[in-house]
T-cell receptor, first 115, second 113 residues
Framework: ETAVFQTPNYHVTQVGNEVSFNCKQT?????MYWYKQDSKKLLKIMFS???????VNETVPRRFSPQSSDKAHLNLRIKSVEPEDSAVYLC??????????????FGPGTRLTVL | GEQVEQRPPHLSVREGDSAIIICTYT??????FSWYKQEAGAGLQLLMS?????DRKEEQGLTVLLNKKDKRLSLNLTAAHPGDSAVYFC????????????FGSGTQLTVMP
């Protein structure tokens, strides 16, 4: 049963364009994340939000920015895409930190192709 | 920081056989261990998770073993079937770090009928 929703499923765009990906979770969790999965399936954390506060911001390029309206939503904006941004972007959520709160639940992903 | 190595990168087994995937980690303060399954074109499905005070956990044909002395985590799929074919990832959190989930590099499991 899907509880972390992502839109769109796929997006194809040209270098220099702006894109925005949406993520919503219906689990009542306090923390949400964005991961990037490259063509070799490697997963790296990009951002995490806890109670609308950015708590982890990895050294991602400045053209990436997370946007949250409430704790159930965490969107990802890329201001001017580059070819190396082609990847699958996965959104996840967790209850918080500590104990069972560590468990993260993932959405289906958004596949970005930059031409 | 924490480093996680996963092996093998590819694993083929026959239906009904066992499949074992192993991860090793470097940080002795690692507190949380998990396994995920990713089917083609899909997101990650959480299979099982354990905290550092658990050595063994079994659920629905899956066994997770944690050897803290050797810093080794394993996933054993008993009696694999073709529906188990997917990419499997281990993921850990070190309490000495920034509480981030650190992933292994993945194992492509193929179960042949």
């Amino acid at each position: 049963e899907t509880a972390v929703f992502q839109t769109p499923n796929y997006h194809v765009t040209q270098v220099g364009n702006e894109v925005s990906f949406n993520c919503k979770q219906t689990l009542g969790h306090d923390t949400m994340y964005w991961y990037k999965q490259d063509s070799k399936k490697l997963l790296k954390i990009m951002f995490s939000y806890n109670n609308k506060q950015l708590i982890v911001n990895e050294t991602v390029p400045r053209r990436f920015s997370p946007q949250s309206s409430d704790k159930a939503h965490l969107n990802l904006r890329i201001k001017s895409v580059e070819p190396e941004d082609s990847a699958v972007y996965l959104c996840a959520s967790s209850l918080g930190l500590g104990g069972r709160s560590y468990e993260q639940y993932f959405g289906p992903g958004t596949r970005l192709t930059v031409l | 920081g924490e480093q996680v190595e996963q092996r093998p990168p590819h694993l083929s087994v026959r239906e009904g056989d066992s499949a074992i995937i192993i991860c090793t980690y470097t940080d002795s303060a690692t507190a949380y261990f998990s396994w995920y399954k990713q089917e083609a074109g899909a997101g990650l499905q959480l299979l099982m998770s354990v905290l550092s005070n658990v050595d063994r956990k079994e659920e629905q044909g899956l066994t997770v073993l944690l050897n803290k002395k050797d810093k080794r985590l394993s996933l054993n799929l008993t009696a694999a079937h073709p529906g188990d074919s997917a990419v499997y990832f281990c993921a850990v959190i070190a309490s000495s770090g920034s509480w981030q989930l650190i992933f292994g590099s993945g194992t492509q499991l193929t179960v042949m009928p």
